[in-house]
T-cell receptor, first 112, second 111 residues
Framework: DTAVSQTPKYLVTQMGNDKSIKCEQN?????MYWYKQDSKKFLKIMFSYNNKELIINETVPNRFSPKSPDKAHLNLHINSLELGDSAVYFCASSRQGVTEAFFGQGTRLTVV | KNQVEQSPQSLIILEGKNCTLQCNYTVSPFSNLRWYKQDTGRGPVSLTI?????NTKSNGRYTATLDADTKQSSLHITASQLSDSASYICVVSASDYKLSFGAGTTVTVRA
């Protein structure tokens, strides 16, 4: 039973395209996150959703938009992809007030 | 600005040996500190959590220490195994639940 699952695991696309990464958690958590891990393996938070409200947005370009159809899903849409968007994107979830985050396996995005 | 710095950036050890990773932080007000292990191609997994009043906590061969006065933490790996090869990330939580991540230490265990 996968607690936090992301799809796809690998994504190769051309500059200028629009793409989406899906995330689902079956832990019953009420907060979900998207993180970007760069080539130096540094994790940076992008978005946090709690009860369908965006509560953190760390100066991410507006080409990135999170979409949460329900509490168990938080998808990441990226418009007009750029070379610098190449990275591994991690979805995570946690219970409100608890700082342990459970991470998905990551999506390696390569923009060519 | 809340920051978390880890050292060394990477290290290589022989199987069976011990090693210690360091984490210094400036996060305030401090709530807790976690060490995560990230295997290659996987997401990070929490190893230990330490709050202000805790000095040491163990999880199998992993022992974390915390000095809240000097704002330093360490993760000690005893009798390393090949499966310990991974990145270890120090994550500090402020009282508003915002997380600050270190850049991680990459550990390579060789037979």
């Amino acid at each position: 039973d996968t607690a936090v699952s992301q799809t796809p695991k690998y994504l190769v696309t051309q500059m200028g395209n629009d793409k989406s990464i899906k995330c689902e958690q079956n832990l019953g958590h009420d907060t979900m996150y998207w993180y970007k891990q760069d080539s130096k393996k540094f994790l940076k938070i992008m978005f946090s959703y709690n009860n369908k409200e965006l509560i953190i947005n760390e100066t991410v370009p507006n080409r990135f938009s999170p979409k949460s159809p329900d509490k168990a899903h938080l998808n990441l849409h990226i418009n007009s992809l750029e070379l610098g968007d190449s990275a591994v994107y991690f979805c995570a979830s946690s219970r409100q007030g608890v700082t342990e985050a459970f991470f998905g396996q990551g999506t390696r995005l390569t923009v060519v | 600005k809340n920051q978390v710095e880890q050292s060394p950036q990477s290290l290589i050890i022989l199987e069976g040996k011990n090693c210690t990773l360091q984490c210094n932080y400036t996060v305030s007000p401090f709530s807790n500190l976690r060490w995560y292990k990230q295997d290659t191609g996987r997401g990070p997994v929490s190893l230990t959590i330490m709050t202000f009043s805790e000095n040491t906590k163990s999880n199998g061969r992993y022992t974390a220490t915390l000095d809240a006065d000097t704002k330093q933490s360490s993760l000690h790996i005893t009798a390393s195994q090949l499966s310990d090869s991974a990145s270890y990330i120090c994550v500090v939580s402020a009282s508003d639940y915002k997380l600050s991540f270190g850049a991680g230490t990459t550990v390579t265990v060789r037979a």
